[in-house]
């Protein structure tokens, strides 16, 4: 898949040389890529020309900053070539040459340890400079050019028209914005696209209900009719919906009816088109509210709606093509290894949401050119991607691997999983609400607001609110359930928003501390690196700092921001830990001129990767 084409960049190392040397050349300063090409340059010495081996971040610090486990998996192949009789042996020999190769300023020890492990010790020398490098690189630490020249489609969000934005909808937004930030930083040109589900059959039957609603309010002009359906919240609308469907289930002519709204709207019926753009206009000006409140703008809003004229050129073409099919009075698709086929046309002769993916893989193909297109939605969508990407290979408007999809589970404890056809869903502005009570709350229990104005206040606990819900998200793989306990995500101990945000606000504050008693915060970069050799306290926050930039590639090769939070939460941890050990600001010599450095350092890479996940840091809390 596209994961693995991405990886293979990175990883390409030997198997082909003009990247191996780019990679050296350019990256010299990551110690993963140190270590890499250096274990490339040794097995291309004993021979072996392709090796697939990841680069470990063992569990204690005893066993190093990074690990291999080469002589175990590449035992039989190099044995001979290092004669080693056991896998440690083989590990040990491994070592000594790696240690002739690796350079003595970012690697310090290399050592075997059973059964045949190799362990890279990263040199206090190379921690420091890298702490220098974050100051200097300051908001750009961690961002590459890798991905230049490539663009990616995210198609996230896209919440559906007259109907509530939902916590799943919730969950695509954030993590298809998380996604969306961690591509932008390597480098890639990214396009967000919202795909609003402003079309469909379910248009029919809002369409018949408040064409209903006008008759029983005997509405007859145009004007009285639009200000009515003007006024409908999207709530009323909701139970409209819902409404619908509990009469429809004995008065099948209630369906057919509403079907035929639908087809006259996609054939260009004046009040059908009156109604279906009111609906859209009054939705989407609240779904603006949530964007405003979680603090996102996405760069298209290209609804299902837009692709009318494209859906008629996909249908011409699967008819040429002799591809499509009738079936029981509908259009459809075989496709090979698949029971059901996929139906483009409904029997009623109104188009398919799968046909609307198709129509849009064309566009945007046309349009953008992507290297790859990803689907941030919820799992209960795995069938009908399957079947759109089946379809689109099949048509050659695009290849398989530039196809990703990125299932979220659903958010439990809520209320578990209830649909708007049922008419609870739980409203994400109350959820989000409630976030921000509850951050202020916590923020005043704690005190750490308390010189502040009623306005500083209410931002902060915005922020923070906001913050929790967005990370609470983004901590887990997209891909799990979530379950949601506002203990957890409001709590100011413990993997949660609240807690890397206070963590960057007691560095900044720090900071500020020292400026006012008179140290030269900007002399910090610019100086040499202070004479001091740190404590392990104080090399461990930077022996975790060296994870930032790898961990951002790999959260976008895996699709999966939690690798970013994890990270982030881990470099926190290190961090409170040095400061709640030792006394920062005493006496302006080397060693406060470094701590105060390290605390710097640790609030800009807590500020770069939050950004990235869409959190705010916060100068005060
Ligand atoms: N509107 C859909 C829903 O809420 C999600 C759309 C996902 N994107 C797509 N290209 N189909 O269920």
């Not at 290209?302 to 009738?326: A, C, D, H, P, R």
Request: proline share 2%.
């Amino acid at each position: 898949m596209a994961q693995s084409k991405l990886l293979a960049m990175e990883e390409g190392g030997i198997v082909n040389n003009k990247i191996f040397i780019w990679w050296v050349i350019m990256t010299s300063m990551e110690a993963n890529k140190e270590i890499k090409a250096a274990i490339f340059k040794v097995m291309a010495e004993a021979g072996l020309k392709k090796i697939n081996f990841t680069l470990e971040k063992p569990n204690e610090a005893k066993q190093g900053d990074y690990a291999i486990n080469i002589a175990l998996t590449e035992f039989a192949a190099l044995k001979e070539k290092f004669s080693a009789k056991t896998p440690f042996d083989l590990a040990k020999k491994i070592a000594l040459r790696l240690k002739q190769v690796v350079a003595s300023s970012v690697i310090e020890e290399i050592k075997a340890m059973p059964p045949g492990f190799i362990n890279f010790h990263l040199s206090s020398r190379y921690l420091m400079n890298l702490m220098k490098t974050v100051l200097m690189e300051k908001e750009n630490f961690g961002r590459c050019q890798n991905g230049e020249g490539k663009t990616v489609v995210i198609d996230y969000s896209a919440p559906n028209i007259a109907k509530p934005f939902g916590v799943g909808h919730l969950r695509s937004t954030i993590i298809g914005q998380a996604l969306y930030n961690i591509y932008e930083f390597l480098g890639y040109k990214v396009i967000g696209d919202n795909h609003i589900g402003d079309w469909g059959t379910q248009f029919g039957k809002l369409i018949y209900q408040i064409e209903k609603k006008a008759q029983k309010l005997g509405l007859t002009t145009k004007k009285a009719k639009e200000k009515m359906i003007n006024s409908l919240t999207i709530k009323q609308l909701e139970k409209l919906y819902v409404d619908f469907h509990r009469r429809a289930d004995d008065q099948p002519l209630m369906e057919k009816q509403a079907r035929a709204w639908f087809k006259k709207l996609e054939d260009g019926d004046e009040e059908a088109k009156m109604i279906w753009q009111i609906l859209v206009a009054s939705s989407m000006k609240e779904y603006e509210k949530i964007y405003d409140m979680l603090s996102i703008k996405i760069d298209f809003v290209i609804g299902e709606s837009f692709y009318q004229e494209e859906m008629k050129k996909v249908l011409l073409e699967t008819k040429k093509k002799n591809l499509l099919q009738e079936s029981q009075g509908a259009k459809v698709i075989v496709i090979e290894g698949f029971e059901t086929p996929a139906m483009l046309i409904k029997s009623d002769g109104a188009t398919t949401y799968l046909l609307r993916d198709l129509a849009t893989i064309k566009y945007r193909q046309r349009r953008w050119r992507p290297d790859l297109i990803i689907y941030e939605t919820g799992a209960d969508h795995k069938f009908h991607f399957r079947q759109v990407f089946a379809v689109a290979v099949m048509l050659n408007y695009i290849d398989k691997e530039k196809l990703v999809y990125i299932p979220h589970g659903m958010i439990r404890g809520l209320e578990g999983k209830l649909s708007t056809r049922q008419g609870k869903t739980i409203h994400l502005e109350t959820v989000l609400e409630e976030a921000i009570k509850r951050a202020g709350r916590l923020a005043d229990e704690a005190g750490i607001v308390k010189n502040l104005s009623k306005g500083q206040q209410k931002e902060i606990a915005k922020e923070v609110g906001v913050g929790a819900i967005k990370y609470n998200d983004l901590k887990q793989n997209p891909k799990t359930d979530i379950v949601f306990d506002w203990e957890k995500v409001l709590r100011l101990k413990g993997n949660s928003g609240p807690y890397l945000q206070y963590t960057g606000a007691r560095c900044q504050s720090v900071m500020q501390k020292a400026k006012e008693k008179g140290w030269n915060l900007e002399g910090i970069k610019k100086e040499k690196l202070p004479s001091y050799q740190p404590n392990s306290a104080e090399l461990s926050v930077l022996r975790e700092t060296c994870y930032f930039r790898e961990t951002i590639e790999r959260a976008a090769f895996a699709f999966a921001p939690n690798l970013l939070a994890q990270f982030l939460y881990r470099l926190a941890k290190q961090y409170n830990c040095f400061y709640d050990n030792y006394r920062i600001l005493q006496n302006k010599s080397q060693k406060d001129f470094f701590r105060l450095s390290l605390t710097a350092a640790t609030a800009q890479t807590l500020e770069n990767g939050l950004r990235l996940l869409g959190l705010a840091t916060l100068e005060k809390m």
